[in-house]
């Protein structure tokens, strides 16, 4: 006797409950997974241009600022923070010499970074957190401050004075 096999189509079982959670939880976690690669991936293939920021900025009419006198000036400065530019008030001390040349100075102690003060009775600046004392030319008359006032980059273009980057330390 010939056995005799029937080929019926195999029945589809209904999915269980936990083939579908199992499912919904690798498709979250590939939307998931393509979420933080996507962005990774643009960053990586295509990175932003950095931005520059400029060096020189306009400040004051050189006419402006008394010969001998320290002035402090404000001015508005764009700084390159990452990617970002950013634009914000700064200040200097402005020393002009007889002969126009100019001096400008950063507005931090060298000690701790305080903000000083020019005090016209003593002819100096003083910075009033740990009271240091500088001549007019930025030298360290006394207090704890490690090394003189540090200086900013300067050209005068037009009878205008530029200030530029913070020259190093000597």
Same mark, same amino acid.
């Given at each position: 006797?010939?056995?005799?096999?029937?080929?019926?189509?195999?029945?589809?079982?209904?999915?269980?409950?936990?083939?579908?959670? #199992?499912?919904?939880?690798?498709?979250?976690?590939? =939307? #998931?997974?393509?979420?933080?690669?996507?962005?990774?991936?643009?960053?990586?293939?295509? &990175?932003?241009? $950095?931005?520059?920021?400029?060096?020189?900025?306009?400040?004051?009419?050189?006419?402006? #600022?008394?010969?001998?006198?320290?002035?402090?000036?404000?001015?508005?400065?764009?700084?390159?923070?990452?990617? *970002? =530019?950013?634009?914000?008030?700064? /200040?200097?001390?402005?020393?002009? *010499?007889?002969?126009? *040349?100019?001096? $400008?100075? /950063?507005?931090?102690?060298?000690?701790?970074?305080?903000?000083?003060?020019?005090?016209?009775?003593?002819?100096?600046?003083?910075?009033?957190?740990?009271?240091?004392?500088?001549? !007019?030319?930025?030298?360290? =008359?006394?207090?704890? $401050?490690?090394?003189?006032?540090?200086?900013?980059?300067?050209? !005068?273009?037009?009878?205008?004075? *530029? #200030?530029?980057? &913070?020259?190093?330390? $000597?």
């Amino acid at each position: 006797m010939a056995e005799h096999h029937s080929h019926e189509p195999a029945v589809e079982l209904p999915p269980t409950r936990r083939n579908f959670y #199992i499912l919904f939880i690798n498709g979250v976690m590939g =939307l #998931i997974g393509a979420a933080v690669a996507v962005p990774a991936a643009i960053y990586l293939l295509f &990175p932003p241009k $950095a931005r520059k920021a400029s060096e020189w900025v306009k400040t004051a009419d050189l006419s402006s #600022i008394p010969a001998g006198k320290p002035t402090e000036i404000s001015f508005q400065r764009t700084r390159a923070d990452g990617w *970002q =530019l950013i634009t914000e008030k700064a /200040t200097a001390w402005v020393v002009k *010499q007889p002969d126009n *040349q100019v001096i $400008a100075f /950063t507005p931090n102690c060298t000690h701790l970074g305080c903000a000083y003060h020019w005090d016209d009775p003593s002819h100096t600046f003083v910075c009033p957190c740990h009271t240091s004392a500088f001549s !007019v030319d930025g030298k360290v =008359l006394g207090g704890p $401050a490690p090394r003189p006032l540090d200086r900013y980059s300067v050209k !005068v273009e037009g009878g205008v004075l *530029q #200030i530029g980057p &913070p020259e190093p330390h $000597a």
